[in-house]
């Protein structure tokens, strides 16, 4: 265990992993749990949230249900609060929920509203949720943050010749880029603390979020979020990665 701001050797590490109910940020809540850090299940649906934390607790893990709908002001206030009466400080957020606003997505023809809506979750939630839980993050010894993106995000990879990246989608793909460039900006804000922050790529994965045709498991895909929520004092920030390393921007 870490000695916290102050001198507690007995109080564990304590995580928040946003849409931590199922898939990729249920794996990165289990991969924290299995390292022995104290961690919050964030989701909206309570029935799914308990179910999991359930599932975590008889897999060894010290889990607890945060109700947390990361577009609603007074929700993401009452989780921060929840978080602080039970640890006291948060060592890793991880802003693992978003949604993909469904098909299609062309340019030319999308609904403006689905764009509005991905980005309220993707982009919007992600700093709502990162500065309710900031004051919190700063009391920590080794403050984490982990921005759970996509190599759609990859301006680079999208626009090389014969890129082959999924479907043409301008409401999800986009909110990822901005995603990456709002983690940017906080790198450069908080450079003078101990906070680091980074984004990750958990790959291609099979979950809800694409009908489980993906080809990568969510325990793989959840394995660089977890990497980067444990980075060692010195570590990076400000950086977008995946199993392989860095990911173009």
Do not use: H
Not at 43 to 67: I, S, T, W, Y
Not at 167 to 194: C, G, H, W
Not at 200 to 211: E, F, K, R
């Amino acid at each position: 265990m870490t000695e916290d701001i102050t001198g507690d050797m007995t109080r564990p590490r304590t995580a928040l992993v946003t849409g931590a109910n199922k898939g990729i940020g249920y794996e990165i809540a289990a991969g924290l749990g299995a390292l022995g850090w104290s961690v919050g299940v964030g989701a909206r649906d309570e029935e799914r949230r308990e179910a999991a934390v359930a599932k975590l607790r008889a897999a060894g893990a010290d889990a607890f249900g945060v109700p947390l709908d990361v577009t609603d002001d007074a929700s993401v206030t009452a989780a921060a609060g929840l978080v602080e009466a039970r640890a006291g400080r948060l060592d890793a957020l991880v802003n693992n929920a978003g949604i993909t606003g469904g098909a299609p997505q062309a340019p030319a023809t999308v609904d403006l509203a689905t764009v509005r809506t991905v980005v309220e979750t993707n982009v919007i939630g992600v700093i709502r949720v990162t500065n309710a839980m900031l004051p919190l993050l700063r009391r920590a010894p080794s403050p984490r943050i982990v921005n759970v993106s996509s190599s759609v995000g990859s301006l680079t990879r999208q626009s090389a010749p014969g890129a082959e990246l999924g479907p043409i989608a301008v409401a999800y793909a986009p909110s990822k880029t901005f995603l990456n460039a709002v983690t940017v900006q906080y790198a450069r804000e908080l450079r003078d603390t101990d906070i680091l922050i980074n984004a990750a790529c958990p790959g291609y994965c099979a979950t809800d979020l694409n009908a489980f045709q993906g080809v990568r498991t969510a325990q793989q895909g959840a394995a660089t979020a977890i990497r980067l929520a444990t980075l060692p004092d010195g570590g990076p920030t400000g950086g977008f990665f995946e199993d392989d390393g860095v990911v173009p921007w």
